[in-house]
């Protein structure tokens, strides 16, 4: 079983920053693809970014594409998402997921979850 958790969340102004970090226990995740989603209330669930486990390879939704980076430090069992130039429609929570297949922007294929830290955008 892997344990993931969220933290960096807050309240931020219209283009301001935040770094988001990602926690795993329980077992390692430098074999894991790693993404980080998001919920904004009404809304379904999306993908943000995600990160093979050499993490050389990064992929990002066109919304966040040049303003987050997503990285990893598998020495400490951390993934991180930069978030700059934040915007409004940035607010959610948002979480962190694990899968042991390539990776993908499917919340279905990522096996575990973290709770969440909720990320909000004043304008």
């Known amino acids: 079983q892997v344990q993931l958790v969220e933290s960096g969340g807050g309240l931020v102004q219209a283009g301001g920053s935040l770094r988001l970090s990602c926690a795993a226990s329980g077992r390692t995740v430098s074999n894991y693809a790693m993404g980080w989603f998001r919920q904004a209330p009404g809304k379904e669930r999306e993908f943000v970014a995600g990160?093979?486990?050499?993490?050389?390879?990064?992929g990002y939704a066109d919304s966040v594409k040049g303003r987050f980076t997503i990285s990893r430090d598998n020495a400490k069992n951390t993934v991180y998402l930069q978030m700059n130039i934040l915007k409004p429609e940035d607010t959610a929570v948002y979480y962190c997921?694990?899968?042991?297949?390539?990776?993908?922007?499917?919340?279905?294929?990522?096996?575990?979850w973290g709770k969440g830290t909720q990320v909000t955008v004043s304008s």
């Open positions: 990160i093979r486990w050499s993490g050389t390879i990064t």
């Open positions: 997921a694990a899968t042991g297949g390539w990776g993908s922007f499917r919340p279905s294929l990522y096996d575990y």
